[in-house]
């Protein structure tokens, strides 16, 4: 005897049918809830906006550049994908300072905070 769920009016949405396959060609349609859906959509990324993080993105390629780097072999030296520095130079990522702190050491940079009050 096999279980349907029952989906009220209003939730097709919700749910998705997908077909998974079984021992012996033995395949089975169920119905599983599409993460994401819903009235409370989750924002899955944030950019940054300060002034601060915007200067040093535009830092970061001519960095790589006048290393002599690719993306790839940098992506390589830190240990991380080639698409998270693509993401980063193109200012669409979110780095951990331990991050940044690897990348300014390979790019032979040097960060100074200066807090002062306005």
Do not use: C, D
């Amino acid at each position: 005897m096999t279980r349907r769920k029952i989906i009220q009016e209003g939730q097709a949405a919700e749910y998705q049918s997908i077909t998974t396959a079984g021992p012996m060609k033995y395949y089975n349609k169920k119905l599983v809830k599409v993460p994401g859906s819903g009235s409370a959509r989750e924002e899955t990324f944030v950019p940054i906006n300060a002034e601060w993080f915007k200067a040093i993105v535009e830092e970061i390629a001519p960095a790589r550049r006048r290393k002599y780097l690719t993306q790839r072999q940098l992506a390589h030296f830190m240990r991380t994908s080639q698409s998270m520095i693509s993401m980063l130079e193109n200012g669409q990522g979110n780095p951990t300072v331990e991050f940044l702190e690897r990348l300014f050491k390979v790019l032979g940079l040097e960060v100074e905070i200066k807090i002062k009050s306005l």
